[in-house]
T-cell receptor, first 115, second 116 residues
Framework: GAGVSQSPRYKVAKRGQDVALRCDPI?????LFWYQQALGQGPEFLTY????????KSGLPSDRFFAERPEGSVSTLKIQRTQQEDSAVYLC?????????????FGPGTRLTVL | GDSVTQMEGPVTLSEEAFLTINCTYT??????LFWYVQYPGEGLQLLLK?????DKGSNKGFEATYRKETTSFHLEKGSVQVSDSAVYFC???????????????FGAGTRLAVHP
């Protein structure tokens, strides 16, 4: 389909493992956002890319979290040395213009469980 | 800081009942307001939006009016269906005068269960 896709859909990690979560935005979308959704809560902003530039990473909870979008399309969110508090659904959203001033389209999310 | 508060769920209704889900916000700048819906097993979908005071967003029988004087954006539907069962999120974006980008700030979500 032409929507935002994310992989894997589910990930179980042992505490201390590194994980990588992938987001494929809608083709041609300039803006890409990552959000974290804890159980029973609304999504919270993590980071924003405009093309390959990471313009805001103020929402990343710690220096164990790292995101990249090297060619301005696919993005990867990496979490090093996972902790139990990292368990959440990680959502990716893309938008067709810079700044995300129009609709953000969301992927299905990756549910991360850290044991 | 900017924030959204919405009524706690779950909200349980019978089919054809009237629905209201309350949402209030705190924002600097010039907020746009949104309702997103998350059906079971699916991703977030934009349900409706309003970009300035007194605008009414509507879609699929749902409506919400941007009330600046009460800082509210309550979601309503006159007659709910079983297929409306989902989690509903109120959200805002703020465009600051210095420009930049829009990030969404969400409420905690309200689960709606509609029974036949």
């Amino acid at each position: 389909g032409a929507g935002v896709s994310q992989s894997p859909r589910y990930k179980v990690a042992k505490r201390g493992q590194d994980v990588a979560l992938r987001c494929d935005p809608i083709s041609g979308h300039v803006s890409l956002f990552w959000y974290q959704q804890a159980l029973g809560q609304g999504p919270e902003f993590l980071t924003y890319f405009q093309n390959e530039a990471q313009l805001d990473k103020s929402g990343l909870p710690s220096d164990r979290f790292f995101a990249e979008r090297p060619e301005g399309s696919v993005s990867t969110l990496k979490i090093q040395r996972t902790q139990q508090e990292d368990s959440a659904v990680y959502l990716c959203a893309s938008s067709s213009i810079a700044g995300g001033y129009n609709e953000q389209f969301f992927g299905p999310g990756t549910r991360l469980t850290v044991l | 800081g900017d924030s959204v508060t919405q009524m706690e769920g779950p909200v349980t209704l019978s089919e054809e009942a009237f629905l209201t889900i309350n949402c209030t916000y705190t924002a600097t700048g010039y907020p746009s307001l949104f309702w997103y819906v998350q059906y079971p097993g699916e991703g977030l979908q934009l349900l409706l939006k309003a970009t300035k005071a007194d605008d009414k967003g509507s879609n699929k029988g749902f409506e919400a009016t941007y009330r600046k004087e009460t800082t509210s954006f309550h979601l309503e539907k006159g007659s709910v269906q079983v297929s409306d069962s989902a989690v509903y999120f109120c959200a805002l974006t703020v465009t600051h005068s210095s420009g930049g980008y829009n990030k969404l700030i969400f409420g905690a979500g309200t689960r709606l269960a509609v029974h036949p």
